[in-house]
């Protein structure tokens, strides 16, 4: 798979049309061009519905692409929507609108709605979509069945209705699906709800899987693979129209909105270049008290896009802010040298170090090697005997039953002492 940058900038004339069209000055990182005649009515549909006032620019945008009709095939262009925007943006009115547009628009649609539990999904299904719809126009048209494991909001005019689903192998299995919406996509940690409403999807011509979400951690798998497939399709597709190519018409669109990690969490055009309801329903003022209380790392995963990755904790022997000022790129070892050995938790690697007190006084401490599991451990050391002649080679052993207390290589070293 091709392996994308962060950096990656969308082409020129892409801002261009953006603008034109929409007025659109957030510009997605990755995006899908505008290249067919969606269904429009989608918008004024969804405000009906939930009493929105005109949709922002970036929701225009969006709903355009996601709708576009193959004019060969009569049917929707992509059968997969991903998006990926902070949080607070309007995504969850987004994915509301399509599915009053969707149950309206057509007869008998079976539309399946999955947050981050089942839980969650009910909430926001009658705290948000049916608080806001039952005092809209089109309350009439619509009733709600809140009976534990058969809710739903039916559509009688058109005989579709809207569930919700757990994050389980079994959703979606039933009737054939016709639009699966997966939001919060971040906390799903694997793909079974993925598998599970796609082979429901087969016999449905016009059948969308539509997932939305804000960045994730480490353990967001699923979002993460998303993520880096649609990049990869965003950028092929711009590097086909560069070169003037054929362009592949791939079933999938992807969005994502998205800060690089060289980018100044605190400056303000940071924020206007990744959130795009700011100056909408978002203020600067608002991020600015954000940025405030929140962890830097979190900030950063609800409000700049960015995956939050493990901070290890923090040391107090090796203070993570000293440490870097440590770094000596001329120092030596001394002719006196001592070697330790760390095994990581799981075993998957291990590294030797070695330590010797320099002719200036201070202690010279240097990575000797690294590599992946125990096996070669014994061996290396047995070379830098030999090479080396060390004081001391030491393994230090952690409790019992944890990894670094289980022999290496075979063997147990836990001090070995120059005579």
């Known amino acids: 798979m091709t392996t994308t940058s962060e950096t990656w900038q969308p082409p020129a004339d892409f801002a261009e049309e953006l603008l034109e069209r929409y007025g659109l000055t957030c510009l997605p990182r990755w995006g899908r061009r505008v290249t067919r005649t969606g269904r429009r009515w989608a918008r004024s549909c969804g405000r009906s519905w939930i009493g929105w006032a005109p949709p922002m620019p970036w929701q225009k945008y969006v709903t355009d692409v996601a709708l576009e009709i ?49 839980g969650m999904a009910r909430q926001r299904w009658e705290d948000k979509f049916w608080e806001r719809g039952s005092g809209s126009p089109l309350a009439k048209r619509a ?12 559509l009688p005019s058109t005989r579709s209705r809207t569930r919700i689903t757990a994050n389980t192998e079994k959703a979606g299995h039933g009737p054939p699906l016709d639009v699966g919406f997966i939001d919060e996509a971040f906390a799903h940690e694997d793909d079974r709800l993925e598998q599970a409403f796609s082979p429901a999807m087969l016999t449905r011509a016009m059948a969308q899987l539509r997932w939305a979400s804000a960045g994730g951690t480490t353990k967001s798998t699923w979002l993460n693979k998303k993520r880096e497939v649609g990049r990869a399709l965003i950028e092929a597709l711009s590097a086909a129209l560069a070169e003037d190519a054929a362009v592949p018409r791939p079933c999938a669109a992807y969005f994502e909105w998205f800060a690089p990690e060289d980018m100044d969490r605190a400056d ?37 896009n960015r995956t939050r990755k493990p901070t290890p904790p923090t040391d107090p022997n090796v203070p993570k802010e000293s440490w870097p000022k440590a770094a000596d790129p001329v120092s030596e070892s001394g002719g006196e040298v001592a070697f330790a ?13 070695v330590a010797s007190v320099r002719a200036d006084g201070r202690v010279h401490a240097e990575l000797v090697d690294r590599r992946g599991g125990t096996a070669w451990v014994v061996p290396a050391l047995v070379r830098l005997k030999k090479a080396r002649d060390p004081l001391l080679i030491a393994i230090a052993i952690a409790s019992s039953g944890t990894p670094a207390g289980a022999p290496i290589g075979g063997f147990h070293i836990v001090a070995h002492q120059h005579p």
């Open 70 to 118: 193959d004019p060969a095939a009569g049917l929707f262009a992509h059968r997969e929507v991903g998006l990926s925007v902070s949080r607070q943006q309007g995504k969850t009115e987004l994915c509301l609108a399509a599915q009053v547009h969707r149950a309206l628009a057509w007869p008998r649609q079976n539309i399946i709605y999955a947050a981050q539990t089942r």
């Open 143 to 154: 009733r709600i069945r809140k009976s534990n494991g058969n809710e739903a909001i039916l």
């Open 268 to 304: 303000p055009a940071t924020w206007r270049a990744t959130l795009p309801a700011l100056g909408y329903t978002v203020t600067e003022a608002v991020i600015a008290a954000e940025l405030e209380k929140l962890d830097p790392a979190e900030f950063d995963r609800a409000y700049l």
């Open 341 to 353: 050995v760390d095994v990581s938790q799981d075993r998957s690697h291990a590294s030797i170090g």
